[in-house]
């Protein structure tokens, strides 16, 4: 399956960098990480696509990490749908204390935009 990964620094995303990592592994999916610029996180971009390197390397898969400039999630729409990817795997997703879910914008932006199937890992 060929699986776009998004991630932009919060522990949710690299929450689903490592599932998708792992399943990647198993799956022989083909893999794509896209680091976008999430105004929520204090991390240098520079610094999350290095994590993601690493995390790619030590599974021992051959996967592809990229740095995406722009609006987070009209990008990550955009790639989906131009390079005909099969998954977009997103990090987010909390409970509030009334027990309902709460997404960020960028989550928010790609379930309601996306033509492709959407996972959302919390």
Known sequence: MKVLCGI??????FRALDRTVERAA????????????????????AEIARRAESAVEEAGIDAE???????????LVELAETEGFEEI????????PMGKITIG??????????KTSVTLVR
Do not use: M
Not at 66 to 75: C, K, N
Not at 105 to 114: G, M, Q, R
């Open 89 to 96: 795997v997103l990090g987010g997703g909390h409970t509030s």
């Open 26 to 45: 198993v799956a022989d999916d083909d893999l794509t990480v896209a680091v976008v610029e999430n105004p929520d996180s204090s991390i240098d971009p």
């Open 8 to 13: 932009g620094g919060s522990d949710d995303s």
């Open 65 to 75: 990490v990229r740095l995406i400039e722009g609006d987070p999630g009209s990008r």
């Open 105 to 114: 914008s960028i989550a928010e932006f790609v379930l309601l935009n996306a």
